[in-house]
């Protein structure tokens, strides 16, 4: 009978294993991250990974791609339809209702570092499923200089972490009084060009005209650039906020660019839009960016509340690190390695470690089984700067050797003196 062969198990494309090596850029950016955001006033929340699927279909839109391709549903033992997060601003609203933080002073300012996202989409670099991302929101203000706010500490969080090379992106896209003139205008203007669309734009012309200007189809893009702007269809209310917030941005020294063709992905988005984009080419020079979304909170039931926010892709931030050669923080790593040699000596380098480690100084013990040089061998290639020996001529002194891995020096030092001399 033959023997079925086991399958080797590996992770599901498009979700990729955090290693050892990599975690020095995932800290380097969380501490920027946490450490510009609270900076601003800003407080850092969490949102469950799991959420109900209408909190997602009615917040991002039923006809945005993540919702109609991209998102991870499952039907619960209770029948009830839920979704793996796609996306944090709808999540966050309604933690804001949920929990009343309307009764907090206003704006209340919220950040998150580092939660996992899930879209089902062809994986590429920077663009996995499982991904993770930083998302800032300022909720229940709608004056400009929130806006500013938003934009500027997007722009900072890049500087802090050292990125070159940057560009922003601005515009704004009306809001519901003077918007449906504008998509009327984009409608009327692709209607005219509606052999020319791609299989997907011509659904997007019919159900969100918008979208049209997002598309990255190439042969689609003469006709962007040729696509009515929403500048020209900007009510006076609008047109003030944006020069408002344009004037603002320039006090705070923060460079952009007007790009009448960004919209965005995501249906929420009210007045601003902004983008941070790299230099490089292709379809994922972008970092991040976000938005105004003041008709979202009340799309989740509550009353009606602006907001504004930005979500960063982290691996895009970290391969963009690699790229431009910014090395993280080196992790202060294993300070001590306990070497042994013999059962006894073995017992007392296990309390040993565990004496070095209570006192706030990181340790390992020596692999089981492995000679004393093999023990060198190994601490050596860690680059450990100090390796304490134990064996049965040490016990019966009551001493342990500590070896500097850096001078190359060595000395014995009682076994009750040890972690006070390394200390």
Not at 182 to 199: D, I, P
Not at 282 to 310: C, K
Request: glycine share 10%; hydrophobic share 35%; net charge neutral.
């Amino acid at each position: 009978m033959a023997i079925k062969e086991r399958k080797t198990l590996q992770a599901l494309r498009g979700m990729v294993d955090i290693l050892p090596e990599e975690q020095g850029y995932w800290r380097y950016v969380r501490e920027a991250t946490v450490s510009v955001c609270e900076g601003y006033g800003y407080g850092q929340i969490d949102t469950p990974i799991l959420e109900d699927y209408s909190l997602f279909s009615r917040g991002v839109g039923e006809v945005t791609d993540i919702v109609e391709k991209e998102m991870y549903t499952i039907t619960d033992k209770g029948g009830d339809t839920i979704a793996l997060r796609p996306e944090a601003t709808a999540a966050v609203c309604r933690a804001y209702l949920e929990h009343g933080l309307h009764n907090k002073p206003q704006p209340v300012r919220l950040y998150s570092v580092g939660m996992p996202m899930f879209r089902y989409a062809r994986p590429q670099a920077g663009r996995l499923r499982q991904f993770h991302q930083i998302n800032v929101e300022a909720i229940g203000d709608a004056d400009a200089t929130i806006d500013a706010e938003v934009v500027a500490l997007c722009w900072q969080l890049f500087r802090k972490l050292g990125l070159k090379g940057l560009s922003l992106q601005l515009n704004s896209i009306g809001d519901p009084k003077c918007r449906p003139g504008y998509v009327e205008a984009l409608r009327s203007y692709y209607s005219q060009q509606e052999g020319r669309l791609c299989r997907e734009c011509k659904s997007r012309l019919e159900r969100n005209p918008l979208r049209l200007l997002d598309c990255k189809v190439p042969g689609c893009q003469p006709l962007i650039e040729g696509a009515p702007r929403s500048a020209d269809y900007l009510c006076e209310e609008c047109q003030a906020h944006f020069q408002a917030l344009t004037r603002y941005l320039g006090l705070m020294e923060v460079p952009f660019t007007r790009e009448h063709r960004l919209v965005r992905g995501l249906d929420y988005y009210t007045r601003t839009v902004f983008e941070v984009q790299t230099s490089e080419e292709g379809q994922q020079n972008a970092l991040g960016g976000g938005g105004r979304y003041d008709g979202l909170i009340e799309e989740l039931g509550g009353r009606p509340t602006p907001g504004v926010g930005f979500a960063v892709g982290m691996e895009r931030v970290i391969l963009n690190l690699k790229r431009q050669g910014i090395e993280p923080p080196a992790s202060p790593g294993t300070r001590v390695f306990v070497a042994y040699v013999g059962q006894e000596a073995k017992a007392q380098a296990v309390g040993l470690v565990s004496r070095l480690v209570r006192s706030g100084v990181s340790a390992m013990l020596g692999p089981a089984g492995k000679s004393l040089k093999a023990q060198l061998r190994q601490a050596g290639s860690m680059g450990v700067p100090y390796v304490l020996i134990l064996g049965d001529q040490e016990l019966e002194k009551g001493v342990v050797v500590l070896r500097d891995m850096t001078r190359r020096e060595q000395r014995e030092v009682g076994l009750e003196e040890v972690i006070e001399q390394i200390r």
